[in-house]
C-alpha cells in the first residue's frame, strides 16, 4: 500500500494511529500560512482535532506523483468559518515514511 493510500485509509476509517505511522519521528510540517514549523507530536494533535470536526472536511482529494522520494497530493478544504481552500502539499519520504510535509493553498470563491 502507497503512503497516499494508507492517509486516504487512515482518514477514512478516524484511525490517527494508522496515519501517525505515515510520518517518520523527524517529521516536519511547515504551515503555508505563516511558514511556522510543527513537529509530528504537534501536527498529529492539530489533524486529530480536524478529525474529531464535521467542521473541517477534505473534498477531491487525489494523488498527484508518488515516489520513494516524494509525494504530491490535492484537495479542496472546507474550514468552520465557511471558508475554502485548494491546498497542493509537498511531501518529502525518507525511509518510507513522510519526513517532511509542505503546504500551499488558494482561497476559492
Not at 507530536?41 to 492539530?46: I, Y
Not at 482535532?49 to 484537495?75: K, Q
Amino acid at each position: 500500500m502507497s503512503i497516499y493510500e494508507a492517509q486516504e485509509a487512515s482518514r477514512e476509517n478516524n484511525d490517527m494511529e494508522a496515519y501517525a505511522a505515515t510520518l517518520h519521528d523527524d517529521f516536519e510540517f511547515i504551515m503555508h500560512l505563516d511558514n511556522s514549523k510543527m513537529n509530528k507530536e504537534q501536527t498529529m494533535e492539530m489533524f486529530t482535532f480536524m478529525a474529531s470536526s464535521d467542521d473541517f472536511v477534505t473534498h477531491e482529494s487525489r494523488c498527484l506523483y508518488e515516489s520513494d522520494e516524494a509525494m504530491v497530493t490535492h484537495g479542496v478544504m472546507s474550514f468552520p468559518d465557511g471558508t475554502r481552500e485548494a491546498v497542493l502539499a509537498f511531501n518529502q519520504i525518507k525511509d518510507g515514511k513522510v519526513i517532511r510535509l509542505e503546504t500551499g493553498a488558494t482561497l476559492l470563491p
